[in-house]
């Protein structure tokens, strides 16, 4: 028997590690299909579409936010758990059993085994309300992640579309001005091929499509107007500050579910008897009613002489202490972040006023000779290029503005 044993594992190994070989051929077989099926970014087409639009593929089909979305989609079914626990469960289970001396005769009911079952389960009623609370705690902070992740996708995507406009207005200029009114340093870089296809690739990241060249119209993008944001940048937004609440809040009740420990513990449970049950045509029938059925109740508590829960609910205390001063730390720094980009965007926009003033001077400056024009020419070349090249740095904090504060439309006016 010992034999017959080792020699049924032995197949049963080799079988299951040739269905896994066979599996992977399988699936490596999938895997060149949908390579083959890959287009180099060169040879898809360019479709436009507008910043509306771009951010409604994001929010369908971006990889970040979907995974956050099965968070969601998680926590709410935990919150519906608490109910469905209650709720009778029915199962079947049925089996036969004969001797080895009858296993080639035909099968009768007799052998036949079967019931019908119902189940009843309820959680301890002391820990139906946390449960409850945390459950929605955490859909709300899902829902808080998500809100961030689309605002990281969103503001990459604005940094990307910025940088391409703005080095597209570089490269009109460099073509629009004549040589001899250029200064001696050049422009010195045009989209590369690889520029172009690190542009593409970044958009359809962000998108989460990879079908096409996306080509996000410029002109569809809200502006960020920077005295609309100034007002804002002594306050957190609504979404940092939430996420620090929620942060608190999740080791406040790290706290409150130690300190549950301390309650009587009440449980209830329902017995009963199988619905339907029959046993090799013995007996069979219903055998559910009253008289059977039975409801329990059970009140326990336990006094922590050992001082377990005492110490844990300590530890979760300064646990929550501990997080209350990680946040006051990041807080300071949050500041300090806030406030490099508001000197930083202060700075860039007297000094672009400065300069559209000193253009707008040397435009109206009466020249007499060539000489004086063609110089004029060259200053106001170098001015306009400086001012596009300091605007595709600033892009950086504007990017940092709407991870902060949402894009425009989402601001408070």
């Not at 009858?102 to 119902?118: F, G, I, Q």
């Not at 996000?216 to 609504?238: F, T």
């Not at 029938?285 to 844990?312: C, E, H, P, Q």
């Not at 205390?317 to 980009?341: G, N």
Request: hydrophobic share 35%.
């Amino acid at each position: 028997m010992r034999r017959i044993f080792f020699i049924g594992l032995g197949l049963a190994c080799i079988c299951c590690s040739c269905s896994v070989k066979r599996h992977l051929t399988r699936a490596e077989a999938r895997v060149e299909g949908m390579y083959a099926q890959t287009e180099n970014w060169d040879r898809v087409p360019v479709r436009s579409i507008t910043w509306d639009q771009a951010v409604s593929i994001l929010m369908r089909h971006n990889v970040s936010v979907l995974e956050v979305e099965d968070q969601i989609r998680q926590a709410e079914r935990d919150s519906l758990s608490v109910y469905t626990e209650m709720v009778p469960g029915l199962s079947y289970y049925s089996y036969i059993t004969r001797s080895l001396s009858k296993l080639t005769t035909p099968v009768n009911a007799d052998e036949m085994n079967h019931s019908v079952n119902v189940t009843f389960g309820m959680p301890a009623l002391t820990q139906i309300p946390y449960r409850l609370y945390s459950a929605k705690v955490r859909t709300i902070s899902a829902m808080k992640a998500k809100e961030g992740r689309c605002r990281e996708a969103i503001s990459r995507l604005y940094k990307l579309v910025r940088e391409r406009e703005v080095d597209t207005r570089l490269r009109a200029l460099e073509q629009k001005t004549p040589e001899e009114m250029k200064n001696s340093d050049r422009f010195g870089g045009v989209m590369q091929r690889d520029q172009d296809e690190q542009y593409w690739r970044g958009i359809a990241k962000q998108l989460g499509r990879s079908d096409a060249r996306w080509n996000i119209l410029p002109e569809s993008m809200p502006h960020i107007v920077w005295q609309q944001y100034q007002n804002r940048l002594d306050r957190l937004s609504e979404l940092v500050a939430c996420q620090y609440a929620m942060r608190l809040e999740q080791a406040r009740m790290a706290q409150y579910n130690v300190a549950l420990n301390y309650l009587p513990t009440i449980n209830t449970s329902i017995y009963s008897p199988s619905l339907f049950s029959s046993s090799g045509g013995i007996y069979q029938g219903a055998f559910l009613d009253m008289d059977d059925t039975r409801i329990n109740l059970s009140i326990s508590y336990t006094v922590d002489t050992k001082l377990y829960n005492w110490y844990n609910y300590k530890q979760s205390k300064d646990r929550y202490e501990r997080e209350k001063l990680k946040l006051v730390d990041e807080m300071i720094d949050h500041r300090a972040r806030i406030q490099k980009i508001r000197s930083s965007m202060d700075e860039y926009h007297h000094w672009r006023n400065f300069m559209l003033k000193h253009i707008d001077y040397l435009n109206a400056k009466k020249i007499t000779t060539a000489e004086e024009y063609i110089e004029r020419a060259k200053g106001i070349y170098g001015m306009r290029r400086e001012l596009l090249e300091q605007e595709k740095k600033s892009i950086e904090s504007e990017a940092a503005i709407v991870l902060e504060y949402g894009m425009p439309n989402e601001s408070a006016p």
